[in-house]
């Protein structure tokens, strides 16, 4: 018999959000694997310094990329810029989020039992409870497809003015977080995955503005994507999922984005999961 109804295809549901004023609670703690906000770190917690982006460490999958700004679809809240690949594909190299490849593109790993203090231009944020079905990548809004879901994940990059905090909060399954370093005035670029563990987080700090093409040729943004978070779902093992939970610190009115794509299909390999998937010690 054939099935006349399928059921419908998750991308990405909002849930519960929760303001986070940062002028009155500005350390970001992971207490037992989740994050809390508070005024002064908890007795006990190792507060961290937050990690500075060293534009001369270089990691993850090189490319040439050619900056091509588009304005249709009209952008909201922003620019966008097509970046021109060479090639048919592109691959993003598959890391596990350890202190120092956190570091390397510019954010802050927060463990359990860990803190930084979390700046911002504008203080008043939220933290929002998000579930991204194993489909939230096959989606685009650069190419005019009105959303529908695509047979390629293409690339999805931004980089804006207010910071994230990501937290890996599902019961089962790590989190993904896709991440660039881009060096705009050497048309250069590395990609790559970071699997981030159960229980842990990520911070990463407002991006400032680059300085004109004239100026300096040592630019290096930061990137980043979170379309793939739901890529252990595809994972060949004996935990099957159609979607991961999230926490996501942002800011939701205001912030000025700019958006980086292109719509060559991309290569995300996948890492173990053994290691990835422990409860997060207390």
């Known amino acids: 018999m054939v099935p006349t109804e399928l059921d419908p295809v998750m991308f990405i549901v909002s849930g519960n959000e929760t303001t ?36 001369e460490i270089e990691l993850g999958n090189a490319y040439k990329v050619r900056p091509d700004p588009t304005t249709s679809p009209d952008p909201q809240y922003g620019d966008r810029t097509r970046l021109v690949f060479q090639g048919t594909q592109v691959e993003y190299t598959a890391l596990r989020a350890s202190r ?12 359990p039992g ?27 809004p650069y190419e005019g497809t009105g959303f529908r ?39 250069k670029i590395c ?3 970071l699997w981030l563990a159960r229980g842990h ?32 779902c595809w994972h060949d093992s004996g935990l099957k999922q159609a979607s991961v939970k999230t926490k996501t610190l942002l800011q939701t009115e205001g912030g000025h984005f700019h958006w980086l ?4 299909p991309t290569v995300h390999p996948q890492l173990p999961l053994s290691s990835l998937t422990k409860a997060p010690h207390a």
């Open 20 to 55: 986070v004023d940062l002028e009155q609670t500005p350390f970001l703690c992971n207490v037992s694997g989740l994050p809390h906000y508070y005024a002064q770190p908890p007795a006990g917690l190792k507060l961290l310094e937050a990690a500075a982006l060293d534009p």
């Open 201 to 232: 987080a990520l911070y990463l700090p407002p991006q400032p503005e680059p300085p004109p093409l004239s100026q300096s040729d040592e630019t290096c943004l930061a990137l980043h994507g979170d379309r793939n978070v739901a890529l252990a």
């Open 149 to 187: 879901m695509l047979g390629k994940v293409c690339t999805d990059l931004e980089y804006h003015n207010f910071p994230h905090v990501f937290a890996s909060v599902d019961a089962h399954l790590p989190r993904v977080i896709t991440v660039a370093k881009y060096w705009p005035h050497q048309k």
């Open 100 to 111: 120092e490849v956190a570091a390397a593109f510019g954010m802050t790993l927060v463990k």
């Open 261 to 264: 794509w292109n719509e060559l």
């Open 114 to 140: 860990q803190g930084v203090r979390i700046s911002s231009p504008h203080p008043v944020l939220k933290q929002i409870d998000y579930e991204y079905g194993m489909f939230a990548g096959h989606r685009s």
């Open 191 to 193: 990609l790559a995955d």
